[in-house]
Nanobody
């Protein structure tokens, strides 16, 4: 059974940090590119960051560049999103997606709330 399970969300003050995790099972994780997306209330889901299957290449949305870092540990079948200097506009449900050619899998999301 294919699963992507996000964790690490929560409530944090502006300027704070969180590290999200995305744990994969049921497929060959190391062969899939991994992306993070987010969806705020009333808004469409938007791209946040991506990392290649081997971890050598990363890509970020402009609004998180310099604050967020995506990484992965293929030995642990897990990807991460380190989020620093969080802002209220970062409040959203964060999803991870594994994708390869015609296959893609999504997690159920984890809530991140940035508020004082």
């Amino acid at each position: 059974q294919v699963q992507l399970v996000e964790s690490g969300g929560g409530l944090v003050q502006p300027g704070g940090s969180l590290r999200l995790s995305c744990a994969a099972s049921g497929f060959t994780f190391r062969r899939y590119g991994l992306s993070w997306y987010r969806q705020a209330p009333g808004k469409e889901r938007e791209f946040v960051a991506a990392i290649s299957s081997d971890g050598d290449s990363t890509n970020y949305a402009d609004y998180v560049k310099g604050r967020f870092t995506i990484s992965r540990d293929n030995a642990k079948n897990t990807a991460y999103l380190q989020m620093n200097n969080l802002k209220p506009d970062d409040t959203a449900v964060y999803f991870c997606k594994a994708a390869r050619i015609f296959n893609e899998y999504w997690g159920q999301g984890t809530q991140v709330t940035v508020s004082s």
